[in-house]
């Protein structure tokens, strides 16, 4: 009976094919994420805050960059006037 | 048949009436300015011909049919177009006519025209949201002009854009103008007269005056009297309660003078000038100008 | 061309500049690697964190191949896989409508039934190809791990589970038509699609009217090989559910004013 546990070198050998993939795609998201910041017109502390998303929050990270911090971009009008009157039909 | 036909054209929002009653018609060819300060409705006339908003009451026909089957023979410039930032200038061309069943060799011929008439042939495969809001209102009106419309309507074209833009987009609508009927709207008179041989001038959703720009000054020009002289709010003050003055507009030392009769109304003011002896350095009879019409029908109104 | 089409192709062109096209499937992939890995791990994995105090013994199930497979479904895409597609999809409508890009499109006589298709069978596509390689990745893992499990199972599992997807998107579409803040539009979608799959744990007769239940079906098949009972009903149900959204959406959409620019 022993307490913790050690990893022994042929097991890493087993793991590693199995995790493998999981890096590759950790660094294909990790590093579109981090391109398209880069390229993208923003103010320096926009691009650090989404940096550290991107680089600190595994996996999740880039997505939540993706989904949220590429918004503006589409969604708002690029005009002064942002907020389209809303009109009901009466 | 005109080519455009609104008639009792109404517009409520509870009980708010946006848009009063409106008659017109445009004929094949013209050009018309719609013309009003903010808030006329003018952009709600546009979007009720465009069939984004409903009428509640009149009818608006083109070429004789029910307008919301014919919106296809209308290309429109929005006031703020935004489009896709994320596609390129050409890219959004190629939607624009494919959404309009333009065949595709048949359009890639007219996007080249096109972006060589409203000159962004070199910024084409840039992406929209790099664009300035002159190239923007440009590659709008290239979208607009894709399907070859019978009628273009465009929604202030202008107003958003430095003096710089604006002169470039009033020097190309000049060009589209001879192949084209416009309507478009504005709240600068300057702008319409520039470009447009009719005006439409609406205020709170009533339009007041319809014709060519020769008609409305012919037709509802005044006369005004400019008098100068020092210390003139004083006289002016009394003048308020007279019968036959219509207005007085005071600006520095010189006042401008509206009255019901013109023989009336100049001899009753030289004499009251007299009996004031009041020291004049100008007296002087002249005509409204289009800018003073505007001014004063809006206001009126 | 028609109209359609070249609507499709633009819903083509923004999943792929917006990354959609990439970090969707890739999500799903993660997913589809993360159950059948953690589950062969866990035991080593609770060792690793220190093991057991002495005297208690938790006896872990031993999982068959088919099971491991089917909780990558209820335990993964279920409920990570779920909120995903919603944040996905949130504001696919709401950005065209808000911006008045929709209002402006049709000024151009498209009508609204193909603007609403085109982001259905656009992104039907898109999410139909990740849960796809999200799947097959847990196989890979599964039966390198395990063992081979019928393939025609999985198929056909993973076809069910599929309309159950095809709901999540149209009901998000219906409620994106609807709302216009696109955080409300997810939260309330998520609330309710996570509320149907939860209450499947639930017993009773509802359940056969349950799109969510469709997961379940899919389990079953993977598992055992056969539906659950009345499950015609649920399939009719579902595909009903999907039909009514987008009427829904057509018809409300139609009837209002949009926001133009």
Redesign the interface.
């Known amino acids: ?1 022993h ?3 050690h ?1 022994e070198i042929d097991e890493i050998g087993a793991w590693l094919p ?1 995790l493998l ?2 890096l590759i ?1 950790h660094l ?2 990790f590093s ?2 981090l391109v ?1 910041l880069l390229k993208r ?1 923003q103010s320096t502390d926009y691009k650090w805050l989404w940096g550290a998303v991107i680089i600190l929050v595994n ?1 999740i990270g ?2 939540l960059y ?2 949220l911090g ?2 503006q ?9 942002s907020t ?7 | 048949m005109h080519l455009l036909q609104v008639s009792q054209l109404q517009k409520k929002y509870g009980n708010h009436e946006v848009v009063q009653n409106v008659d017109f018609h445009i004929n094949q060819g013209e050009c018309v300015a719609l013309l009003g300060p903010n808030g006329a409705g003018k952009t709600t006339i546009i979007k009720m011909i465009l069939d984004i908003n409903k009428l509640t009451g009149g009818k608006i026909l083109l070429n004789g049919k029910r307008h919301d089957q014919m919106r296809k023979f209308i290309g429109y410039l929005p006031q703020h177009p935004t489009f896709y930032p994320w596609m390129t200038g050409r890219e959004l061309l190629i939607f624009m006519g494919g959404l309009s069943n333009i065949e595709r060799d048949i359009l890639e011929e007219r996007i080249n025209e096109l972006l060589k008439l409203v000159g962004l042939s070199e910024v084409e495969n840039q992406l929209i949201g790099t664009y300035s809001g002159g190239m923007k209102q440009r590659l709008g009106i290239a979208q607009a002009l894709i399907h070859q419309p019978k009628l273009l309507i465009m929604d202030e074209p202008v107003s958003a854009l430095d003096p710089l833009g604006r002169r470039d987009i009033l020097e190309l609508l000049k060009v589209i103008k001879q192949k084209s009927t416009i309507l478009f709207s504005t709240h600068i008179l300057h702008d319409a007269e520039e470009l447009c041989d009719k005006m439409l001038i609406i205020n709170k959703g009533q339009l007041l005056v319809n014709g060519s720009i020769h008609q409305i000054i012919e037709q509802t020009q005044k006369p005004i009297f400019i008098i100068q002289a020092p210390r003139l709010s004083e006289w002016t003050h009394q003048l308020m309660n007279e019968d036959l003055i219509e207005s007085i507009e005071l600006t520095g030392n010189a006042a401008k003078v509206r009255v019901k009769n013109i023989e009336q109304g100049r001899d009753w003011l030289l004499s009251h000038i007299l009996k004031a002896q009041l020291p004049i350095q100008k007296f002087e009879l002249v005509q409204e100008s289009l800018e003073e019409i505007f001014l004063r029908m809006v206001k009126s109104s | 061309m028609n109209r359609f089409t070249v609507l499709l192709q633009k819903e083509w062109l923004d999943a792929k500049r917006s990354y959609k096209l990439l970090w969707l499937p890739v999500v799903f992939m993660f997913l589809g690697i993360l159950q059948p890995l953690s589950s062969f791990y866990l035991p080593e994995i609770l060792k690793m964190a220190g093991g057991l105090p002495d005297g208690i013994t938790i006896t872990l199930p031993e999982l068959t191949a088919s099971e491991v497979l089917a909780s990558a479904l209820t335990d993964q895409f279920d409920q990570l896989g779920l909120i995903v597609i919603v944040m996905a999809t949130m504001g696919i409508i709401a950005s065209d409508k808000n911006n008045g890009m929709l209002a402006f499109i049709l000024t151009r006589n498209t009508t609204l039934v193909e603007y609403l298709l085109s982001k259905l069978v656009g992104h039907a596509v898109m999410i139909a190809g990740s849960i796809f390689l999200g799947f097959l990745t847990a196989v890979f893992y599964t039966f390198y791990l395990y063992q081979a499990v019928s393939v025609a199972r999985i198929a056909a599992g993973l076809g069910v589970y599929y309309i159950w997807c095809l709901f999540m998107l149209t009901f998000v579409i219906a409620i994106g038509a609807l709302l216009s803040r696109t955080p409300a539009i997810a939260l309330l979608s998520i609330f309710v699609l996570i509320f149907l799959k939860t209450i499947t744990l639930l017993e009773g007769g509802f359940q056969i009217l349950n799109p969510a239940h469709l997961s379940n079906q899919a389990v079953s098949i993977i598992t055992s090989g056969n539906v659950l009972p009345h499950f015609f009903i649920t399939m009719t149900v579902s595909v009903l559910l999907i039909v009514f959204c987008l009427i829904f959406a057509t018809s409300y959409l139609s009837r209002k004013e949009l926001p133009s620019m």
């Open positions: 009976m307490y913790g546990y990893i199995l993939p999981i795609l294909i998201l579109v994420a398209d017109d996996i880039p997505i993706f989904v590429r918004r971009r589409s969604d708002a009008p690029t005009s002064s006037k389209p009157k809303k009109v009901r039909k009466s």
